[in-house]
């Protein structure tokens, strides 16, 4: 059975204080890695998909990296409109087109 | 990046009830999906269809129901709603080929 662990579940930053979000995975083949960022009461926003470990994506002030235990989702100099849920998915070679979920990580950003 | 549309956004219904709610994508997507998510929870896939009537239960036990009469909508039914329906439900499609998800904004159900 596919497993996601998000670490932490929730984090303070200080306008401008970079950080890293976790997501530690254990699958039966890792067909893919997604991020998603998640605003209350919408659904989730497809950020990244990476594939093979040592794989690197970058968008804005996210950039996410993978290897074969765990992704991080690193922050540089995050803004107040960061802040949001952050849901790591994986998919495995067993599990068709089905993702399964972390529990997020609740990223508030002060200014 | 697909267009998905869910309707209504927000509902509360009594016991009892019969519901429908609607999910449509513009993008011509193959593949849909159906999550339950409870406030701060993982999202649980519910219900997942990978084309015209084709339709299959995820891994969360649900009442609900599904149906794929349309490669554009993927409608689910209640058919007695109870209060521990209560719940997000998302709605996601993906392009044959590919694993990405994308989602629609969502149905927040409350049943008294």
């Known amino acids: 059975e596919d497993q996601v662990t998000q670490s932490p579940e929730a984090l303070r930053l200080q306008e401008g204080e970079s950080s890293s979000l976790n997501c530690s995975y254990t699958?039966?083949?890792?067909?893919?890695l997604f991020w998603y960022r998640q605003d209350p009461g919408k659904g989730p926003e497809f950020l990244f998909t990476?594939?093979?470990a040592g794989e690197e994506k970058e968008k804005e002030r996210l950039k996410a990296t993978l290897t074969k235990k765990e992704s991080f989702l690193h922050i540089t100099a995050p803004k107040p409109e960061d802040s949001a849920t952050y849901l790591c998915a994986v998919q495995g070679n067993n599990a068709g087109n089905m993702l399964t979920f972390g529990g997020g990580t609740r990223l508030m950003v002060k200014p | 990046e697909a267009d998905i549309y869910q309707t209504p956004r927000y509902l509360v219904i009594g016991t009892g009830k019969k519901i429908t709610l609607e999910c449509s994508q513009t993008m011509g997507h193959d593949k849909m999906y159906w999550y339950q998510q409870d406030p701060g929870m993982e999202l649980h896939l519910i219900h997942y269809s990978y084309g015209v009537n084709s339709t299959e239960k995820g891994d969360l036990s649900s009442e609900s129901t599904v149906s794929r009469i349309r490669t554009e909508h993927f409608p689910l039914t209640l058919e007695s709603a109870r209060p521990s329906h209560t719940s997000q439900y998302l709605c996601a499609s993906a392009q044959r080929g590919t694993d990405t998800q994308y989602f629609g904004p969502g149905t927040r159900l409350t049943v008294l």
């Open positions: 699958v039966s083949g890792l067909r893919g």
């Open positions: 990476l594939y093979s």
